[in-house]
């Protein structure tokens, strides 16, 4: 029914729609860095217990909830810690499909924008529109990344035929060397 992508899409915007009801709590709010630090611990245990493409998903869902909780719980856009948000694209880039980069930057700037963390200013605007001009790098990046990443496995596929060939080609070669020298002359 859904795509892989649309999957995983739906994955991180649900994530950060419960981020963003957690650092709009008035208590929960408190306990960001908490939360953050049990998700970390949580995400260490996973990468035991998943495998590969599972984990992929565990973890970018789980550094995107930890980057919005820091950036949250430092001050927002004004956040020291704002740039992590630029990082988190190119890693959910390179990690599932590039496409997704899209959605976590709607997603990231909706939710910076309601959490009324923004303030009228040059520098908050600048901020967000930074993320503009951060998700077509990032998506290119990613595309790059598949492509050389799929280039590697058709060269060891191609890699893997060109031995067989070679040691069926060396095979009847030495079967044809036998049958000649060995031949009884007529």
């Known amino acids: ?74 001050g927002g856009l004004a956040s020291p810690f704002f740039f992590l948000n630029h990082f988190l694209l190119f890693e959910l880039s390179l990690l599932l499909e590039p496409s997704i980069v899209i959605t976590l930057t709607l997603s990231l700037m909706t939710l910076y924008i309601f959490s009324h963390r923004v303030a009228p200013s040059f520098h908050d605007l600048t901020l967000l529109l930074s993320f503009l001009f951060m998700t077509p790098i990032a998506y290119f990046t990613g595309n790059i990344y598949n492509r050389i990443k799929n280039q590697k496995k058709e060269i060891k596929v191609l890699s893997e035929k060109i031995e067989n060939l070679e040691e069926e080609l060396t095979h009847e070669e030495l079967e044809r060397l036998r049958r000649e020298h060995f031949a009884l002359p007529a």
């Open 1 to 74: 029914m859904f795509t892989k992508t649309a999957k995983h899409s739906i994955m991180l915007v649900i994530a950060l729609l419960l981020t963003y009801f957690w650092i709009n709590h008035a208590i929960l709010s408190n306990f960001s860095l908490q939360l953050t630090a049990f998700l970390i611990i949580f995400l260490i245990l996973a990468h035991r217990l998943l495998k590969t493409q599972n984990f992929l998903l565990t973890e970018s869902v789980i550094s995107g909830i930890s980057v919005v909780l820091i950036t949250a719980s430092t």
